[in-house]
């Protein structure tokens, strides 16, 4: 009879450390990954203006069909006023001729042609003060006069393709060819 | 009869207890898999440099240092989903040489990986990568991984300095934190010589004694405080010389020895009198006009009357241009009521520039697109549209040679936004522009009023666009 009763209180007493063990990890872990999250999301906000952002700046150049592509922008609710990019074209000849044009109303475009590369910049107009927030947003058509590949560039030489928004920040984007 | 109900009692409870007890390793492990884990997989990593020492000479760039990440206690299944680190380098001895290669971290998303103008402005590189999806990122028992090869280039001597790693952040794909860190520095030296003559600074140049460049001062130049950043900073014989160097003349034995001004050396102590020929280097002096595009008056600030630019000398006996940087003053003076004013400065050219060779000049202002003249007296119908083309060049004289280069204009847009020029006009200078219109504040008025009118305004946006057409310095 005694016996039963301290096998019963060293089970009880081995359930409560149980339960009191597993809410002590789940209380603990609970706080701790949103600690970290928390962390990682305010080293953000401290980057100065004028230098690469943390966050991610998607920029998809998209085949519409052999003769057009499009560049489409995601600058996760950046108000963007100028970009650049840098477009590739792997036929080296000048049998292709690549030309750009703005999709927006509120950019003006600006190619510069240096060997088999165009390079795009966009400058959003002075008379357009609503802000330009890009959400896969098509910002340039490239027509090309023969069907040849192209692709988007991060860098080549002195260019680098970025967006620029209405604080200076320099958004590096994470470029996709689709 | 109650022995048995007993028995029957422990046993009961016992079961329910197994099940409490596999019931709670079940909904620990879950937890920690899938949900959170109460620490990372590895036990720590160690960040190190490949090589972990280096020396250089100054202007030299080094081979790719790799820098390496080892996990202790890794694992196949937990991979790297994000990865920050600051790296610090002492910038008045190096600078980055090119941009990061982070090809080989295994995470392909580049959230933020600083340039050379970032990094060899702050003194600080910070790399911040994410894997494209969770779990997509290197696993922690792979050994090691090459989180980026960086290049550095020598900028002043030192002895023994560090490259340290600063903070660091590594999250693994049950998004918790490696907090154990250890940092292993790369540690490097600079020694005092030159691969060209930007290596030493104004008015120096890059000369070549037994097998080794050093930096020696133009004539009439003293290098008082050893630091050629600067370069030779005084016209004054030094009182207290600080650097112990002293190079030779440089010998050209196919020339006729000239009398010229004896150049200097690193003790700001005239060198001693050569033995062999001398070229007539030294002796080549410009006095220039220039025209900078959009001032067309006076600025009310005082400050903004004098404009360094860097003209560069290129062709001839030049294997890679020279540059000097020289202050030019404002005048009253223009070709027309309509034109812009016209600026006046004079510079002495380095040693190695000789007269009667054939060179063109690359002249760039600190807020303007690099030019690239190659005649004495060139002029355009259109601003902006004058180009140096067919081989033409222009040969100096022995002594003073004077340039009129008023009827060209020399186009703005390449802000020194980050604290230098890229030698781009892009949308980050429009954006600087068109972020301070009306801008009145004396900073950010030094970078973006390119008319020099005191404030940033729309002219100075008109200017910036139409450099767009340019784009680029002109080499």
Redesign the interface.
């Known amino acids: 009879?005694v016996d039963?009763k301290k096998?019963?209180k060293i089970?009880g007493f081995?359930?409560f450390l149980?339960i009191i063990a597993?809410f002590g990890?789940?209380v603990?872990?609970?706080k701790?990954?949103k600690e970290?999250?928390e962390?990682?999301f305010s080293?953000s906000k401290l980057?100065s203006p004028?230098?690469?952002?943390?966050?991610?700046v998607v920029v998809v150049l998209k085949k519409v069909d052999d003769f057009t592509y499009q560049i489409l922008a995601s600058s996760y609710n950046h108000d963007i006023?100028?970009?650049?990019f840098i477009v590739e074209k792997e036929d080296m000849t000048n049998s292709s001729i690549l030309t750009a044009s703005s999709l927006l109303s509120s950019f003006?475009l600006?190619q510069?042609k240096?060997e088999n590369f165009l390079?795009l910049?966009?400058?959003?107009k002075?008379n357009f003060s609503q802000p330009a927030i890009f959400s896969e947003t098509p910002v340039v058509e490239i027509k090309l006069t023969k069907p040849v590949k192209i692709n988007l560039k991060?860098?080549w030489g002195?260019?680098?393709s970025?967006?620029?928004?209405?604080?200076?920040n320099?958004l590096?984007p994470?470029i996709v060819l689709k | 009869m109650i022995k048995k109900f007993f028995t029957y009692k422990i046993v009961k409870i016992f079961s329910i207890g197994l099940i409490f007890l596999l019931s709670g390793i079940f909904f620990v492990y879950y937890l920690n898999q899938y949900l959170y884990r109460s620490k990372a997989g590895a036990s720590s990593a160690t960040f190190s440099f490949l090589p972990n020492n280096l020396s250089l000479k100054v202007g030299e760039v080094s081979a790719p240092i790799s820098l390496l990440l080892q996990f202790q206690d890794g694992s196949g299944d937990e991979k790297i989903d994000y990865l920050k680190l600051v790296l610090n380098f002492p910038k008045d001895n190096l600078e980055l040489a090119d941009y990061i290669d982070t090809s080989t971290s295994g995470l392909s998303r580049q959230i933020r990986v600083d340039g050379p103008v970032a990094a060899s402005g702050s003194g600080q590189i910070i790399i911040e990568l994410g894997a494209n999806s969770p779990g997509a990122g290197p696993a922690t028992n792979t050994s090691p991984i090459t989180v980026a090869k960086l290049k550095f280039r020598g900028k002043s001597a030192v002895n023994n300095s560090q490259i340290t790693i600063g903070s660091v952040q590594i999250v693994n794909n049950a998004s918790a934190a490696i907090t154990t860190i250890n940092r292993n520095a790369f540690s490097f030296s600079v020694v005092a010589s030159c691969t060209r003559d930007t290596d030493c600074g104004n008015n120096a140049s890059c000369q070549s004694q037994n097998n080794n460049n050093t930096c020696v001062c133009n004539s009439g130049y003293y290098n008082c405080d050893g630091n050629w950043q600067n370069g030779c900073e005084s016209n004054r014989a030094c009182t207290n010389p600080t650097n112990t160097h002293t190079p030779t003349p440089t010998i050209t034995p196919t020339l006729t020895s000239t009398t010229i001004p004896t150049p200097t050396s690193y003790q700001g102590q005239p060198t001693n009198t050569p033995t062999s020929t001398q070229p007539p280097g030294g002796s080549v002096s410009l006095n220039l006009k220039l025209k900078f595009q959009g001032v067309m008056r006076e600025p009310s600030n005082a400050n903004q009357r004098t404009m360094k630019v860097r003209i560069k000398v290129a062709g001839g006996n030049l294997s890679s241009p020279v540059s000097v940087d020289a202050d030019f003053t404002l005048t009253n003076n223009r070709n027309s009521d309509t034109d812009a004013l016209i600026w006046e400065g004079s510079v002495n050219l380095p040693n190695q520039v000789i007269a009667g060779q054939n060179y063109y000049l690359l002249i760039k202002g600190p807020k303007h697109i690099q030019k690239k003249i190659c005649d004495k007296d060139p002029s355009e119908t259109t601003g902006g549209s004058y180009r140096c083309q067919g081989g033409r060049t222009i040969t100096f004289s022995s002594g003073q040679n004077n340039l009129d280069f008023s009827k060209i204009y020399l186009l703005a847009g390449d802000l020194p936004v980050n604290g230098a020029q890229d030698g781009v006009v892009d949308s980050l200078d429009t954006s600087y522009i068109r972020n301070n219109l009306g801008n009145t504040d004396p900073t950010i008025v030094s970078i973006a009023d390119l008319n020099l009118d005191g404030r940033v305004d729309t002219q100075d946006w008109s200017m910036v666009l139409y450099a767009l057409s340019v784009k680029t310095d002109e080499e």
């Not at chain 1, 970025?162 to 200076?168: A, F, G, R, V």
């Open positions: 009879m039963s096998i019963l089970i081995s359930f149980l597993l990890i789940f603990f872990k609970e701790k990954p970290s999250k962390e990682l080293s980057i004028t230098t690469t952002n943390f966050e991610e006023i100028g970009f650049d003006s600006y510069t240096k390079i910049t966009g400058v959003k002075l991060n860098t002195k260019y680098t970025k967006l620029i928004d209405n604080q200076n320099i590096t994470k």
